[in-house]
């Protein structure tokens, strides 16, 4: 099983340049989340989503925007990227509880992302 | 509000036992978790509390008191591949995790 797929790995932006960051996962998992994590710092939510079509807000979400229109991909849109948005981005997704699986994330390897 | 309290960083010696502590405030409260990190990688789930006590896998356990909003990691015999962050992460009402700033172990020889 692939698991929780990112694409790209590492991207270089000028400022004011979008972009979408992909993910896609496999497990056919209800709920999807978008992280970024700072250096030595931990993770913060952008956005995350109980369900295809489900959006809402996380910790940190200015500056973002996804979409959730199948089960399996949850895209994170930068519009007008800034320098503080250089950051690693992660997006995890998470099965139903009881269904025995806890409630675990799952993550994909990550999103470098820089913005000069 | 949400706030989660962890070390910054710790180190301690290959084959020695090293404890991790973390203190939350959660609304909403309904799960404990701690994933390890290796530099440059993705989380990777380690352990779950969700009633009081000690839950143990192999050289790691973990325990949790929610009425003290406490939790630590205990990582026995370690080993210089243990050397990685620990996140400790809250979760609460809608599924969400709320992550400390982790804590980043050096193993020695």
């Known amino acids: 099983n692939a698991g929780v797929t990112q694409t790209p790995k590492f991207r270089i932006l000028k400022i004011g340049q979008s972009m979408t960051l992909q993910c896609t996962q496999d497990m056919n998992h209800n709920y999807m989340y978008w992280y970024r994590q700072d250096p030595g710092m931990g993770l913060k939510l952008i956005y995350y989503?109980?369900?295809?079509?489900?959006?809402d807000k996380g910790e940190v979400p200015n500056g973002y925007n996804v979409s959730r229109s199948t089960t399996e991909d949850f895209p994170l849109r930068l519009e007008l990227a800034a320098p503080s948005q250089t950051s690693v981005y992660f997006c995890?997704?998470?099965?139903?509880?009881?269904?025995?699986?806890?409630?675990?994330?799952?993550f994909g390897a990550g999103t470098r992302l820089s913005v000069l | 509000g949400q706030n989660i309290d962890q070390p910054t960083e710790m180190t301690a010696t290959e084959g020695a036992i090293v404890q991790i502590n973390c203190t939350y405030q959660?609304?909403?409260?309904?799960?404990l978790f701690w994933y390890q990190q290796h530099a440059g990688e993705a989380p990777t789930f380690l352990s779950y509390n969700v009633l009081d006590g000690l839950e143990e896998k192999g050289r790691f356990s973990s325990f949790l008191s929610r009425s003290k909003g406490y939790s630590y990691l205990l990582l026995k015999e370690l080993q210089m591949k243990d050397s990685a962050s620990y996140l400790c992460?809250?979760?609460?009402?809608?599924?969400?995790?709320?992550f400390g700033g982790g804590t980043r172990v050096l193993v020695k020889p």
């Open positions: 995890a997704s998470r099965g139903v509880r009881d269904r025995g699986q806890r409630g675990i994330q799952y």
């Open positions: 959660t609304s909403g409260f309904n799960g």
């Open positions: 992460a809250a979760q609460a009402a809608g599924n969400k995790l709320t």
């Open positions: 989503s109980v369900g295809a079509g489900i959006t």
